[in-house]
């Protein structure tokens, strides 16, 4: 078991561009969560996923956002026409269902310039 | 709604004991306890249910009164590596956490 992996850890885009960010869960974990986290802030959940289903989207997420969770094994979250405000860290976690800890992955990180 | 988490900084000698809060203006099922080092991914440190159970695996006690909707973190004999950035994360069901903003905790030698 290597964790939770995220790819890429660093991601410098230009303002407008579209970038994508993968998340590797461990794999008997079937839910999966991504959350944004700016400075001094704690993480911001964004949306997650049970199996392959995408449960819960939170208002955060604007029409720009989509993640997908094909097969319900690794997740991949895009960004469309990015802003700056978009800039902070990704996370990905995973989970057992039910009441169990979170086991994040070291993040990515975006900067748009 | 998020939580709020109290106090937001704190500073320890080693040695010294640290209790940190947390309050929710919503009925609780859960609340859970990480800890992130600076550029590190937050860590699992402690979940309490409604209920009474505690699941942890940590040398770190905690508290979870339903009644008043609050959970602490009791960090006793603070060792340098306890530093860092303590977050609780809350839910009402079986449902996605929130955190709060965090307490900065820095244990100084």
């Known amino acids: 078991d290597t964790g939770v992996s995220q790819n890429p850890r660093h991601k410098i885009t230009k303002r407008g561009q579209n970038v994508t960010f993968r998340c590797d869960p461990i794999?008997?974990?079937?839910?999966l969560y991504w959350y944004r986290q700016t400075l001094g802030q704690g993480p911001e959940f964004l949306t997650y996923?049970?199996?392959?289903?995408?449960?819960?989207k939170s208002r955060l997420l604007s029409d720009r956002f989509s993640a997908e969770r094909p097969k319900g094994s690794f997740s991949t979250l895009e960004i469309q026409r990015t802003e700056q405000g978009d800039s902070a860290m990704y996370l990905c976690?995973?989970?057992?269902?039910?009441?169990?800890?979170?086991?994040f992955g070291s993040g990515t990180r975006l900067t748009v310039v | 709604q998020q939580p709020v988490q109290s106090p937001q900084a704190v500073i320890l000698r080693e040695g010294e004991d640290a209790v940190i809060n947390c309050s929710s203006s919503?009925?609780?099922?859960?609340v859970h306890w990480y800890r992130q080092k600076h550029g590190e991914a937050p860590v699992f440190l402690m979940i309490?249910?409604?209920?009474?159970e505690q699941k942890g695996h940590e040398k770190i006690s905690a508290s979870f009164n339903e009644k008043k909707q609050q959970s602490s973190l009791y960090l006793t004999a603070s060792q340098l590596s306890y530093s860092g950035t303590y977050f609780c994360?809350?839910?009402?069901?079986?449902?996605?956490?929130?955190f709060g903003k965090g307490t900065r905790l820095s244990v100084i030698a």
């Open positions: 976690a995973s989970s057992l269902e039910g009441q169990y800890g979170y086991t």
């Open positions: 996923f049970q199996n392959e289903a995408q449960l819960e």
């Open positions: 794999s008997e974990h079937n839910r």
């Open positions: 994360g809350v839910n009402s069901g079986n449902t996605p956490l929130v």
């Open positions: 919503k009925a609780l099922y859960s």
């Open positions: 309490l249910l409604k209920g009474g």
